[in-house]
């Protein structure tokens, strides 16, 4: 088991065309430049504005007979997310601790992409022969749960089945993307924290999740106020982000060719581009929009852009330097090689709170899945999670 633990990631050799598509203006350069600082000034958002969250209900639902055990399971239906039509179903699996009475904390769980899987039970987690049943997810919370912590895992589908949500939490259109879209997940745990645990403040709350989940947490903690008070609750204490946010910067993941270039920690020194490409801007990106907005700009290279990329980014144009008081931890596996990993670290260096980034030797992309990857998330929550 090897792992590097850094404080701050690199970002070097960030560079990208400034020049972007703009209409030809026949005035004087003076008259031009004037115009230009008056658009620029009327454009700009406002400071640290915070989204807003849904209602949702909690009603009790079979659980299935794979993953962890004894789970209590229930149907969540998200309405009010401001920017997401119609209501969204979702299902929620709680495992209490054998020992209730020795509670050490809540964990919320989540997986990558649209989060349609639970953790305990995801395909992309299983593979690794070193976990039991080659199931590192289940390992995960299996661990946690049996360390006296309350388990809570999000899958982002209908559970019943009746509402179409084939790209899970990310299944759009919403004018602010992934943004708007998170609306969902923030619901969600709120909904738990008051509904189940009676808006619980004597024990800490905290969640990991990988890749699109963990984007979930960063937009959570950033746009929705869980990163500190002023949020609806509730706050969380600590956080493990892995192979996430992978929407740190969507205005430089559908750049194309124009995307900037970071230095990253994890492969050590390695180079690697933002650039989502098209098969990642399609599955992950598009979906979330009201048209196929970030695969036009990686066919245009970076000039054909959405005009709310950044401000629909976790690292946005209203939120430059996030600080919060939940303690920050971010896991990389040195085989990926994803845009995933630069477009996280922007978030990661933008942190000015307390926070720490660990390279997990051998982990790929979907970190859970390996066995040094699954242990490290166990060890982390049970050493800051209090």
Same mark, same amino acid.
């Given at each position: ?101 020795? /509670? ?13 899987? /639970? ?27 049996? !360390? ?10 209908? +559970? ?15 004018? !602010? ?22 808006? !619980? ?14 984007? /979930? ?27 996430? +946010? ?90 990926? /090689? ?49």
């Amino acid at each position: 088991m090897a792992f590097v633990e850094v404080s701050s990631l690199q970002d070097l050799n960030c560079s990208r065309p400034s020049k972007r598509r703009t209409p030809t203006v026949a005035f004087y350069p003076a008259i031009t430049c004037l115009l230009a600082g008056l658009m620029a000034a009327f454009v700009a958002p406002a400071h640290a504005a915070q989204n807003s969250i849904g209602k949702a209900t909690l009603t009790l639902d079979s659980c299935s007979s794979t993953g962890l055990a004894n789970g209590t399971c229930y149907r969540a239906v998200v309405s009010d997310c401001p920017e997401a039509t119609g209501d969204f179903a979702a299902a929620v699996k709680i495992n209490e601790p054998a020992n209730l009475s020795q /509670l050490r904390g809540t964990v919320f769980f989540t997986t990558g992409g649209g989060g349609n899987a /639970l953790y305990d039970y995801d395909s992309e987690f299983e593979g690794d022969t070193r976990c039991a049943g080659s199931n590192c997810g289940l390992l995960v919370v299996q661990e946690i749960n049996a !360390d006296n912590y309350r388990t809570v895992q999000i899958d982002f589908s209908d +559970p019943d089945q009746l509402i179409n949500e084939p790209d899970g939490w990310l299944t759009g259109p919403a004018t !602010d993307g992934p943004r708007a879209l998170a609306c969902r997940y923030a619901t969600v745990v709120h909904a738990v924290w008051t509904t189940l645990l009676n808006s !619980d403040t004597a024990h800490p709350v905290c969640a990991t999740g990988n890749s699109g989940g963990g984007a /979930l947490i960063a937009y959570a903690m950033t746009q929705y106020g869980m990163g500190n008070t002023s949020g609806p609750g509730p706050m969380f204490t600590m956080v493990e982000a892995t192979s996430a +946010p992978p929407y740190g910067r969507i205005d430089h993941g559908c750049a194309g060719t124009a995307a900037p270039t970071l230095s990253v920690s994890c492969p050590s020194g390695v180079k690697i581009s933002e650039d989502y490409g098209i098969q990642t801007a399609q599955d992950f990106v598009d979906p979330a929009f009201p048209s196929a907005v970030c695969s036009a700009d990686i066919n245009s290279n970076g000039k054909d852009v959405y005009a709310s990329f950044q401000h629909d980014s976790v690292v946005s144009d209203d939120f430059p330097r996030p600080s919060y008081k939940t303690v920050v931890r971010v896991l990389f596996g040195s085989e990926d /090689l994803s845009a995933a990993v630069p477009l996280s670290s922007e978030w990661f260096s933008a942190i000015k709170s307390t926070k720490t980034s660990v390279c997990v030797a051998g982990a790929p992309h979907a970190l859970p899945e390996d066995y040094d990857g699954a242990t490290m998330i166990v060890s982390d929550v049970m050493s800051h999670c209090k």
